[in-house]
């Protein structure tokens, strides 16, 4: 489990990738000071679980789902990817509950620098849209962040100069591919809704029942 409260940018220093399946060497600094093998490390939102430590490197084992699945595909060496430790259960839960579960990626298609923020507009398929709302939460590439505009295709973030410094978010631009993760919450509410009405034929209470009462 982890927060999407960014630790630092690490950088690829290799990719093998087969048929199968691939490895991912990342060369990082800060996260080292208490990883061990098979721990869980989050790489632009993709939970990935270290399997060689070497120094100030650690590999992790990617299969080819996920790269279908991701944005991992698009790296290279000397690409920069944003990383963070699981959660622990000492810290500050700073940002939302981030699962390192992928849902999709989306497309960058808007940048504008807005004094001293930058917005980002991101374009998704209906299936991450569909779970995206204002003011909610939504993890980019790893990133906790607050969902500030909303459209029927797409949705807007406003990143401030930390974000922007600490993340890699700063080094994309329009046309590139990210990774998103929605909201677990929305997800679980929408399942469990959807379990109560196929199996609970006595119940009164639905998603249009819901909705008409402004719960939805």
């Known amino acids: ?91 500050r839960f700073g940002g939302h509950i981030v699962a390192g579960h992928v849902d999709g990626t989306g497309i960058i298609s808007y940048v504008q620098k807005d004094d001293n923020a930058v917005w980002y507009t991101i374009s998704a398929p209906q299936n991450i849209m569909k779970y995206i709302i204002e003011k909610g939460s939504v993890a980019i590439d790893g990133i906790s962040l607050t969902v500030a505009k909303l459209t029927d295709t797409d949705f807007s973030v406003s990143i401030i ?35 109560c009405q196929k199996t609970t034929s006595k119940s009164n209470i639905t998603t249009d029942f819901l909705a008409q009462n402004g719960f939805l």
């Open 1 to 91: 489990m982890f927060t999407g409260i960014i630790e630092e940018i690490g950088t690829v220093v290799s990719i093998v990738r087969n048929s199968q399946q691939a490895k991912i060497t990342i060369k990082a600094e800060k996260i080292f000071t208490d990883l061990k093998l098979g721990d869980s490390v989050a790489v632009n939102g993709v939970c990935l679980t270290a399997s060689v430590i070497s120094g100030d490197t650690f590999t992790a084992d990617v299969m080819n789902e996920t790269f279908s699945r991701t944005s991992l595909s698009q790296l290279k060496p000397k690409s920069h990817v944003n990383l963070e430790r699981a959660m622990s259960a000492q810290g």
């Open 161 to 195: 100069p930390h974000t922007a410094q600490e993340t890699i978010l700063s080094e994309k631009t329009v046309g590139d591919e990210v990774n998103l993760e929605n909201d677990i919450i929305g997800k679980y509410v929408e399942r469990l809704l959807g379990g």
